[in-house]
């Protein structure tokens, strides 16, 4: 039986950035704290400088980056919630994802203004390059992989993937037009 989703979604009216995770893990669910099991997901965009300052206790970095600008880049308001609202796993090779999924993602581009749509995982974007057949999908991966109306939309390395270098993908997310470093990687 699954369990009840206690993670709330941070979906703001105009967002510059909409991080997509693939489902609420046990942990944060339990805790109803997003990225909560260490400081990875915090310490990369500090690293990366979606954020300027460290957060130092991982139960209240979503509040502070996702609930309000203060110490975001330029004061940006980012976002976050999962492709899968319904599954609470730890694992994520046991979750599905549908094109209902991915339909729910589409509608809350239709009403809220998205600068970039950040796709966090591997099924993520794939589901996306299956379901979303309104948008045309490079064959980037680990960048900008489309365009939808005005919203940018990349993918990224888990925070928890053995991916080297992983923060220079998410500076993409802050770079004007997802641009690359000047020697185009």
Excluded at 29 to 56: D, M
Excluded at 91 to 115: C, F, H
Excluded at 124 to 152: C, D, L, P
Excluded at 161 to 179: H, P, V
């Amino acid at each position: 039986m699954d369990k009840k989703v206690n993670l709330s979604e941070y979906i703001h009216p105009k967002t510059e950035i909409l991080f997509v995770a693939l489902n609420v893990p046990e942990n944060s669910n339990k805790n109803a704290h997003w990225f909560t099991n260490n400081l990875s997901f915090w310490n990369l965009l500090f690293r990366s400088g979606i954020i300027t300052q460290p957060i130092l206790n991982k139960l209240e970095g979503d509040e502070t980056v996702f609930g309000c600008t203060k110490i975001n880049f330029k004061n940006w308001s980012i976002g976050v919630t999962d492709l899968n609202r319904k599954i609470v796993k730890a694992k994520s090779i046991n979750v599905e994802v549908t094109s209902k999924d991915v339909k729910r993602i589409m509608d809350i581009l239709k009403i809220r203004e998205v600068s970039k749509l950040c796709l966090m995982h591997s099924k993520v974007g794939e589901a996306f390059r299956n379901f979303a057949s309104e948008i045309q999908f490079n064959s980037n991966r680990y960048r900008k992989i489309g365009q939808w109306k005005n919203t940018e939309i990349f993918e990224v390395p888990f925070h928890n993937a053995s991916i080297a270098d992983k923060e220079k993908y998410y500076t993409m997310l802050i770079q004007k037009y997802g641009s690359v470093n000047k020697k185009g990687e």
